[in-house]
């Protein structure tokens, strides 16, 4: 996969991976914090999104491992309403709220919740705006 994410990264465009625990998968995961930050200590140019607050489901690992690593290393929403509040917010903390994209993974977990999750979190509101868009928005080159 090297040829191709150095082809992601000279064409300047953000990719994105499923990472930890899948429910259709359940004994297979494809991506471990561990896993993702090899790739990225390969390609530290690279923009990477990765799902579900960086590992569905091995959120402590991610806590552990992954949050603060350096580049352009995001961590999406999707399908984290599971995920602890203290936990996610020690996530962002660590990992920087300027990192964090909103995502719903719906119809699999519900958009309100994940939501009402992010505002529920200890940080600036110019923060939770950022990351319900602001961080998309920059990423994409929409503003």
Same mark, same amino acid.
């Given at each position: 996969? @090297?040829? /191709?994410?150095?082809?992601? $990264?000279? #064409?300047?465009?953000?990719?994105?991976? +499923?990472?930890?625990?899948?429910?259709?998968?359940? @004994?297979? /995961?494809?991506?471990?914090? $561990?896993? #993702?930050?090899?790739?990225?200590?390969? +390609?530290?140019?690279?923009?990477?999104?990765?799902?579900?607050?960086?590992?569905?489901?091995?959120?402590?690992?991610?806590?552990?491992?992954?949050?603060?690593?350096?580049?352009?290393?995001?961590?999406?929403?999707?399908?984290t309403s599971m995920c602890p509040d203290d936990l996610m917010q020690a996530i962002?903390?660590?990992?920087?709220?300027?990192?964090?994209?909103?995502?719903?993974?719906?119809p699999w977990d519900s958009s309100y919740l994940i939501k009402e999750k992010i505002?529920?979190?200890?940080?600036?509101?110019?923060?939770?705006d950022k990351i319900l868009g602001g961080n998309a928005e920059r990423l994409l080159?929409?503003?």
């Amino acid at each position: 996969m @090297d040829k /191709i994410y150095d082809a992601i $990264e000279k #064409a300047d465009l953000p990719v994105i991976f +499923h990472s930890g625990y899948d429910c259709v998968s359940p @004994d297979l /995961i494809h991506s471990t914090p $561990e896993r #993702a930050l090899n790739m990225i200590k390969k +390609h530290p140019k690279l923009k990477v999104i990765l799902a579900h607050l960086g590992a569905n489901m091995m959120w402590e690992q991610v806590r552990d491992v992954l949050a603060g690593v350096d580049g352009e290393v995001y961590f999406d929403t999707a399908f984290t309403s599971m995920c602890p509040d203290d936990l996610m917010q020690a996530i962002v903390e660590k990992h920087g709220a300027d990192r964090i994209l909103f995502a719903s993974d719906c119809p699999w977990d519900s958009s309100y919740l994940i939501k009402e999750k992010i505002l529920r979190l200890d940080i600036s509101e110019d923060n939770k705006d950022k990351i319900l868009g602001g961080n998309a928005e920059r990423l994409l080159g929409l503003k």
